[in-house]
T-cell receptor, first 112, second 112 residues
Framework: TQLLEQSPQFLSIQEGENLTVYCNSS?????LQWYRQEPGEGPVLLVT?????EVKKLKRLTFQFGDARKDSSLHITAAQPGDTGLYLC????????????FGTGTRLTIIP | NAGVTQTPKFRILKIGQSMTLQCTQD?????MYWYRQDPGMGLKLIYY???????DKGEVPNGYNVSRSTTEDFPLRLELAAPSQTSVYFC???????????FGPGTRLTVL
């Protein structure tokens, strides 16, 4: 079973539109991270959320951690072609180890 | 700071050959990780290290070995390469995993 489910798997929208992608699990996490990966490159950390209900903003990107710390969403306002990429969520388990588990990602394409 | 550097960028191996993927970080991070990313998939943890002299298995360690003789370097060794090891390999480092990981540019490996 997949620890982290990301949806949708693929998303293609026009420039200027808004979108939301999701990261869901049945497990509780101490923190959750979002990364963006562009073709041919390694993932780049966007944000870390640690508190249930926490909302963080990074320019046009808004990240929310669910109240129960089992899920998260990423909302992009007025999408731009530069937002194109693979968006990955990742979590550290509550079991005291330091390993990250990644979701399978949402591949986002913004059409100019 | 160069961040996390990986060599080589590309490599083609024949079945049964061996090779070492190099990874170096100059951020004085304690934690280092090796992941593989298969097409359409997220990242799977191969091995990780919490400090010089300490390594531990991740989710998919079979067919690989690592060592951590210094804080900066974390090489990944493939013995007896198999087609199933065709993938993109990413090295990452962090001060602690809860604060996010910094990734290298990746090594694209093909085993024929």
């Amino acid at each position: 079973t997949q620890l982290l489910e990301q949806s949708p798997q693929f998303l293609s929208i026009q420039e200027g539109e808004n979108l939301t992608v999701y990261c869901n699990s049945s497990s509780v996490f101490s923190s959750l991270q979002w990364y963006r990966q562009e073709p041919g490159e390694g993932p780049v950390l966007l944000v870390t959320v640690v508190t249930g209900g926490e909302v963080k903003k990074l320019k046009r990107l808004t990240f929310q951690f669910g109240d129960a710390r089992k899920d998260s969403s990423l909302h992009i306002t007025a999408a731009q072609p530069g937002d194109t990429g693979l968006y990955l969520c990742a979590v550290v388990s509550n079991f005291g180890n330091e390993k990250l588990t990644f979701g399978t990602g949402t591949r986002l394409t913004i059409i100019p | 700071n160069a961040g996390v550097t990986q060599t080589p960028k590309f490599r083609i191996l024949k079945i049964g050959q061996s090779m070492t993927l190099q990874c170096t970080q100059d951020m004085n991070h304690n934690y280092m990780y090796w992941y593989r990313q298969d097409p359409g998939m997220g990242l799977k943890l191969i091995y990780y290290s919490v400090g010089a002299g300490i390594t531990d298995k991740g989710e998919v360690p079979n067919g690989y070995n690592v060592s951590r003789s210094t804080t900066e370097d974390f090489p990944l060794r493939l013995e007896l390469a198999a087609p199933s090891q065709t993938s993109v390999y990413f090295c990452a480092s962090s001060m602690t995993s809860g604060r996010g990981q910094y990734f290298g540019p990746g090594t694209r490996l093909t085993v024929l």
